[in-house]
């Protein structure tokens, strides 16, 4: 009979680093898969619109930097147009993808994404969205990917007017939704996963 001892149960992983080996490899120090890896370049010398850089942090509960966090960014053009078979009021901009994809600095945590500022882009009963970014969340110890968005502080009234801002209960959350605006082009988003500051996330 096979002693119980012989084989000891493999450690586990939620979510990483498999998650950083597979969609960041260069990212990792693992060349050769990629050029460079998915979502690094949204932008090219021809991309149209205003040239911003969205930086932030991924905090836990008690205020600690996510080391090992990947986020994903979708987004509309300048325009107001996705990048997607589905976009019927026009053609997006070929030089701008509207995907990113980045994973937190090793050592602090913080994660930078050079864009474009979005567009307002249209509710489905007829409304406009003020422009944003959609962010997903991922990490060690999060099994399934958290959902939010970033507006911008400098959109006032058409915050103020957003299908979705507006629908959240608890409107003194609604600051938890909205960057910084640190410089000239330059917007801070730290995302806390629980707490007095807790983002607001969607289930989506």
Request: proline letters at 7%; hydrophobic letters at 35%.
């Amino acid at each position: 009979m096979q002693s119980l001892y012989r084989l000891k149960e493999s450690p586990s992983q939620t979510a990483g680093p498999y998650v950083h080996i597979g969609c960041v490899p260069n990212f990792c120090g693992i060349g050769g898969v990629y050029e460079e890896d998915l979502g690094t370049s949204m932008v090219n010398e021809k991309t149209k619109g205003e040239r911003i850089k969205v930086s932030g942090t991924v905090y836990d509960g008690t205020g600690t930097p996510l080391k090992d966090a990947l986020i994903e960014i979708w987004q509309a053009d300048a325009d107001g147009l996705y990048p997607s078979p589905e976009e019927t009021r026009g053609t997006a901009d070929p030089n701008f993808t509207g995907f990113g994809r980045k994973a937190g600095d090793y050592q602090t945590g913080e994660w930078v994404f050079e864009t474009v500022k979005p567009g307002a882009v249209p509710f489905p009963d007829g409304r406009m969205m003020a422009p944003h970014i959609t962010l997903w969340i991922v990490a060690r110890g999060i099994n399934i990917g958290l959902q939010t968005r970033m507006y911008f502080p400098d959109e006032a009234e058409a915050n103020a007017k957003d299908p979705i801002l507006t629908r959240i209960e608890h409107q003194n959350r609604v600051p938890t939704l909205i960057a910084e605006k640190t410089g000239d082009g330059a917007y801070r988003f730290d995302i806390y996963l629980q707490g007095e500051n807790e983002t607001v996330f969607f289930d989506i």
